[in-house]
Antibody
Framework: EVQLVESGGGLVQPGGSLRLSCSAS????????MHWVRQAPGKGLEYVSAISSNGGSTYYADSVKGRFTISRDNSKNTLYLQMSSLRAEDTAVYYC???????????????WGQGTLVTVSS | EIVLTQSPDFQSVTPKEKVTITCRASQSIGSSLHWYQQKPDQSPKLLIKYASQSISGVPSRFSGSGSGTDFTLTINSLEAEDAATYYC?????????FGQGTKLEIK
């Protein structure tokens, strides 16, 4: 059974940093691209970032480019999102999402984690 | 950026009714359009991939159609458990984008 378990969310002050982790199990993690998608409280879904299966290709939404860094450790079956210079508008539930292919190009999202809440507030 | 516009934003429906949700893309995306269901306090769940391809384990009352810029999600014979928000998602080009969501309320 595919499982994606996010952690690392919490309350952080504007301008602060936070690192999210997503522990994956139930599939060969190193064979699939992964993504982060977020959802502000009571709002819709917003795409954040993608990383290919070997980590060689990454993509960022303009809203987080230069502030967030996606990475992965295939030996630990873990996906990361390093977030810095956080703003109030980054407040959201962050979902770890699995791609059905190695490259993050043109695919749907077949599995979602339960999400971790990040709150940016003073 | 490709903008996806769903309609309606909200619909109140009765069980056994047929429901149609549309998603219009701001430019042609071929068949790179997918549908998700999100129930309250849950993560989204994949319903339909590539506009019309069914997903194992998803009830057959859910179907999708369309290509290019106009897409439809149809729920035949709605059940109470289908109360949720439905999102379309395009993977034709980065940035991937989502529709604003359609909330279905069961009367």
């Amino acid at each position: 059974e595919v499982q994606l378990v996010e952690s690392g969310g919490g309350l952080v002050q504007p301008g602060g940093s936070l690192r999210l982790s997503c522990s994956a199990s139930g599939f060969t993690f190193s064979s699939y691209a992964m993504h982060w998608v977020r959802q502000a409280p009571g709002k819709g879904l917003e795409y954040v970032s993608a990383i290919s299966s070997n980590g060689g290709s990454t993509y960022y939404a303009d809203s987080v480019k230069g502030r967030f860094t996606i990475s992965r450790d295939n030996s630990k079956n873990t996906l990361y999102l390093q977030m810095s210079s956080l703003r109030a508008e980054d407040t959201a539930v962050y979902y770890c999402v699995k791609d059905p292919a190695p490259t993050a190009m043109g695919d749907y999202f077949d599995y979602w984690g339960q999400g971790t809440l990040v709150t940016v507030s003073s | 950026e490709i903008v996806l516009t769903q309609s309606p934003d909200f619909q109140s429906v009765t069980p056994k009714e047929k429901v149609t949700i549309t998603c219009r893309a701001s430019q042609s995306i071929g068949s790179s359009l997918h549908w998700y269901q999100q129930k309250p306090d849950q993560s989204p769940k994949l319903l339909i991939k590539y506009a019309s391809q069914s997903i194992s384990g998803v009830p057959s009352r859910f179907s999708g159609s369309g290509s290019g810029t106009d897409f439809t999600l149809t729920i035949n014979s709605l059940e109470a458990e289908d109360a949720a928000t439905y999102y379309c998602h395009q993977s034709s080009s980065f940035p991937y984008t989502f529709g604003q969501g359609t909330k279905l309320e069961i009367k």
